[in-house]
C-alpha cells in the first residue's frame, strides 16, 4: 500500500506588470533594443512554444528527450538522488524520464518543481502526483533569475542529496555574464557532492541552427510576434503586430542564434503603462530572444570556475545537443 503523496506550493510575491514594465522601459529605451525572452510564455505563447518543440526543423527537445531516455538510469546510478529539483519545470514531461529512473534505483523521495506560471506549474504538479503517488511533491512559483539568480533560487527548499537538472537548452538564453551569476547562484544553493545536470546546445551545421528558429511553417514567427500581443494586452501598448517580420540569425562572433523582430516600416509606438514613446524607423530591430550554442570544453570550464567538476556527459550522434553531469565541488580554501 503506498503513502498517500503530499503537495506543497510556495508562491513567491512577484508583481508580473512591475517587472514587465521594467523590462520594457530598460530593453526597448537602449540600442540595440531588446526584450527578455520571458515574455513570450503566456497562455498563447506557451502552445505555441509546444507547437514549435513538434516541427521537424526543430531538434533541440526532441534529441534531449532522446538522450534522457539513453541516459536516466545511468545518471541515477552516478548521483543516487534522493531530491530532483527542476527549473523551469513547464509540463514536466521529459523529466518524467529521470523521476523513473531515479524511482527505479529506489533513492529518490520528493520532487521539487520550479516555474513562472502558477497554472501551468499546479497542472504538472497534479499530473506528476498522479502518476507517482509515493512521491512528495514541492511546487515553486518564481523567477529564477531574480537579483542575479540569488535572490531567484533562494526560494528553493534544499532537501538532502538534491539532483538540480536545468534542461531544454535553456541556459543558452543567457549571455555570459548571466550564466556566470546563475552557476554561481546554483552552486551555493547545492551542497558539496550533489549534482547538476544540464542540457545544452551544441555548436552544429549553421543552416540547422538557423532553421529551427525559422520553421517553414511560420509557427516560430507567431510565436515571436505574440510577445508584442503580450505588450499590447497587459500595458496597453499599440504595436502593429502584423508590421513586424520575424528574423532569426547566426552571431558567429558570439556563437548564438538571434531572434529579433523587424519593423517593416516607420512608426511610433505608445506603451501607456510603461509611459513609453517608441520610434522605429523601418527596418530597425527588437531582439527577442539570443539561443547561445557551445562548444563542450569552453561550457565545461564555465562550469569549473563556478565550483563544478565534470561528471560524465553525453552527447546525440550528431553532435548537436548534450546532457552535461557536474558535481559540487567544496570550495577551495
Known sequence: MTKPHRIDMHVDPINREESLISDVQQGLSQRPRSL???????????????????????????????????????IASLTHAETLVELGSGSSEKTQLLI?????????????????SESALLGAMNDIADRYPTLDL????????????RDGLRSLPHY????????????????????????????QKLKPGEHLLVGVG???????????????????????????DVLNRELGAD????????????????SWIEMRLRAVE?????????????HLAEGEEIR??????????????????????????WRDPMNRFALILVNAVPASI
Open 36 to 74: 527578455p525572452p520571458k515574455w513570450f510564455y503566456d497562455a498563447a505563447g506557451s502552445e505555441l512554444f509546444e507547437a514549435i518543440t513538434r516541427l521537424p526543423e526543430y531538434y533541440p527537445t526532441r534529441t534531449e528527450r532522446a538522450l534522457l531516455r539513453e541516459c536516466a538510469s545511468e
Open 160 to 187: 538532502p542529496d538534491s539532483l538540480l537538472a536545468f534542461l531544454g537548452g535553456t541556459i543558452g538564453n543567457l549571455v555570459p555574464e548571466e550564466r556566470a551569476h546563475f552557476f554561481a547562484a546554483v552552486r
Open 138 to 149: 514541492h511546487g515553486v512559483v518564481s523567477d529564477f533569475s531574480a537579483g542575479d539568480f
Open 266 to 278: 516607420a512608426m511610433t509606438v505608445e506603451v501607456k503603462r510603461a509611459e513609453l514613446s517608441l
Open 100 to 116: 523513473d529512473a531515479l524511482l527505479a534505483a529506489g533513492t529518490l523521495t520528493t520532487y521539487v518543481a520550479q516555474d513562472v
Open 202 to 228: 551544441l555548436i552544429a551545421e549553421e543552416t540547422d541552427m538557423i532553421a529551427a528558429y525559422d520553421d517553414a511553417e511560420g509557427v516560430t514567427a507567431r510565436f515571436n510576434r505574440n510577445v508584442l
Open 288 to 313: 527577442t530572444e539570443i539561443s547561445a550554442k557551445f562548444d563542450l570544453g569552453s561550457f565545461l570550464a564555465e562550469l569549473e570556475v563556478a565550483g563544478f567538476s565534470r561528471v560524465t556527459d
Open 239 to 254: 504595436f502593429p503586430v502584423d508590421k513586424f517580420r520575424h528574423v532569426a540569425v547566426w552571431d558567429r562572433a558570439n
